[in-house]
């Protein structure tokens, strides 16, 4: 079984585990946490767009339509365009619920394994669709807060590979190509 779970495609560099202030720490902790505030959903247009979308990757309607909702959930949670999260997640795991990167990064957004004891709790599975979601779109957004709005490098940080191309170059090619939906 872990065999099957192993991916030679996920994209999740050597993220490094970086010290956090306490206020970071317990911001990011308050962000994971299921404490959410009310956000509008998707919208139908939208939701239908990106299912057909993503049609041939997700086959399964029910399923697919929950991860989307999820996804536009996560990412307006985070203040973050859904469909950059859509990118990111076609280059890290290639829709893959249950990918694992070669450095150990795990789920959709491919989530280092220590942010589980940085920000959450012992009992948080990264494979859990809106646990990953959540993380991954936390994280994302404390990267940009970091790079002050800078989203190349902010991608960077995430993938752990700060000062490279090649991934913030991949993810902003999948946006653009796949996912850039009518504001």
Not at 43 to 69: G, N, T
Not at 115 to 138: A, D, K, M, Q
């Amino acid at each position: 079984m872990v065999g099957l779970l192993l991916t030679t495609s996920a994209w999740a560099g050597r993220q490094l585990e970086e010290p956090l202030s306490n206020s970071v720490r317990t911001q990011m902790q308050k962000s994971i946490s299921d404490k959410a505030p009310a956000l509008v959903s998707a919208d139908a247009h939208w939701l239908a767009d990106m299912s057909a979308r993503l049609q041939k990757r997700m086959p399964d309607q029910p399923l697919r339509e929950d991860f989307l909702r999820s996804v536009h959930y996560e990412a307006s949670r985070a203040g973050l365009d859904p469909q950059l999260v859509l990118a990111l997640i076609q280059v890290e795991s290639a829709f893959r619920k249950y990918a694992v990167s070669s450095a150990g990064a795990r789920g959709f957004m491919q989530v280092m394994p220590f942010w589980v004891s940085t920000i959450g709790t012992p009992e948080h599975n990264l494979f859990h669709l809106r646990l990953n979601l959540r993380y991954g779109c936390t994280i994302l957004r404390h990267y940009l807060d970091i790079e002050k709005g800078d989203l190349f490098r902010a991608l960077g940080r995430y993938n752990g590979s700060l000062g490279k191309a090649e991934y913030p170059n991949l993810v902003l090619a999948a946006w653009r190509r796949n996912w850039t939906y009518p504001q």
